[in-house]
């Protein structure tokens, strides 16, 4: 088949999939953490060009592109400052269901608002974390109403790899990329079913180890056209709760384990399950990730949390972070209603904004510590 030349304007051709929210100045302010004149400063300096509500006597709108370019240009003048090397992260538990996918999803935008450059990598062939951001992975082409190719899903993070027989062609990192927010908000590699013949492309490969590790380090220290990783901050994974070989050679490849503790479970089997292949990995190769547990699904007065709190501390006081997410309906909903992470979604929520912004910035002061930057700053990283 032919393709003929499309003659259309492109806004009638493609129909509309996600429809982001806009924004008023104090949602704004509160993602960013500033007051609203801070914001409005910026814009005025930036020139940035908003659109406006009519009904509400012209205020301004900003998009969630409007509020990373903010985040990007308070970076850019020294505003934020990070002053790590990059750093990758994958948060992981044995457990599924503890929240993984909503951690990575609703880091990857707090540390977006701090000014970080974020690539998110979806490792998981359920594509939650594809979905979060606002892609179907299920879509596909349709001749009758054609859709915008940068709504689908058509590679993953197996498309970088080449892994013959299984992976011969590697696909140019800008092919594989979404920017669900824009060029300066999280990048996104997504994910789909196919992203299994990255596992069995693996379990062929020779070396299987260092595969990932061996990627992430080629495109971070030696960028090429094809694979320029050198521009992340923090390269996030998203991991599946399986023992794969995916999941191994990521977790080899990290910095940082986040492991999220659902607390409405006596059981953190996760956390002893990855003690012990991290023990493991450390004798076989040499090198393994630091971990943090991370609880989630936290409830006040509630006597089965507070005796699973108490047993974890007990037993991995020394790995547990400081900050929790307690759970809430607005998790639910965001996911239900709007496919966007909270932090997005409901940038006015009173509980799990909160505990989210909290953690981010803990996360972030142990990557710090992890990376071993030396810092201008006390604490580290500021928010002026
Ligand atoms: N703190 C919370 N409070 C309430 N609901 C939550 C919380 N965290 C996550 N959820 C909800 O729990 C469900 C599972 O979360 P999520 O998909 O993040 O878990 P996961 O560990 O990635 O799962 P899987 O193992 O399947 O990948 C989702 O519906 C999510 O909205
Ligand atoms: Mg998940």
Not at 107 to 116: D, E, I, P, S, Y
Not at 173 to 200: C, F, R
Not at 332 to 357: C, H, W, Y
């Amino acid at each position: 088949m032919t393709e003929s030349p499309i003659q259309e304007p492109a806004e009638e051709r493609y129909f509309e999939l996600i429809e982001q929210p806009k924004y008023l100045i104090g949602s704004v302010a509160k993602m960013l953490r500033v007051n609203d004149h801070v914001v409005r400063d910026s814009i005025n300096l930036m020139g940035l060009e908003l659109q406006r509500d009519e009904s509400r006597r012209k205020a301004r709108l900003f998009s969630a592109e409007n509020v990373f370019d903010i985040a990007n240009f308070r970076r850019k003048r020294g505003l934020l400052s990070w002053d790590s090397p990059p750093a990758t992260v994958v948060v992981y538990s044995a457990k599924g269901g503890v929240g993984k996918t909503t951690l990575a999803a609703e880091l990857a935008v707090q540390w977006g608002f701090r000014g970080l450059r974020v690539l998110a990598i979806d490792l998981d062939t359920q594509g939650n974390l594809t979905q979060m951001m606002g892609y179907d992975p299920e879509l596909e082409q349709d001749e009758e109403m054609p859709i915008d190719s940068r709504q689908l899903v058509e590679y993953n993070f197996g498309s970088l790899f080449t892994i013959p027989p299984v992976l011969p062609n590697p696909k140019p990192l800008a092919d594989v990329l979404k920017m669900p927010y824009g060029a300066n908000g999280p990048h996104l590699i997504p994910s789909d079913v196919t992203l299994a013949n990255l596992e069995d492309a693996l379990l062929n490969a020779q070396v299987r180890d260092f595969q990932v590790l061996r990627l992430l380090q080629r495109g971070l220290t030696k960028p090429t056209l094809q694979l320029d990783l050198s521009h992340y901050d923090i390269i996030l994974f998203d991991a599946p709760p399986s023992t794969s070989m995916l999941t191994n050679t990521t977790l080899l490849a990290s910095d940082l384990c986040i492991s999220p503790v659902a607390l409405d479970a006596l059981s953190f089997k996760g956390l002893s399950i990855l003690g012990g292949r991290l023990i493991n990995m450390r004798e076989q190769v040499g090198r393994a990730p630091a971990v943090v547990a991370v609880p989630t699904f936290h409830r006040e007065h509630r006597r089965r949390v507070t005796k699973v709190m108490e047993r974890l501390n007990t037993y991995y006081g020394d790995i547990l972070s400081q900050n929790m997410v307690r759970e809430t309906e607005e998790f639910k909903r965001s996911n239900v209603d709007v496919e966007m992470p909270i932090s997005l979604a409901f940038p006015g929520s009173k509980t799990a904004v909160p505990d989210l912004q909290n953690l981010a910035d803990e996360m972030l002061l142990r990557i710090k510590s992890i990376m071993g930057a030396t810092s201008r700053e006390t604490g580290g990283f500021d928010h002026a």
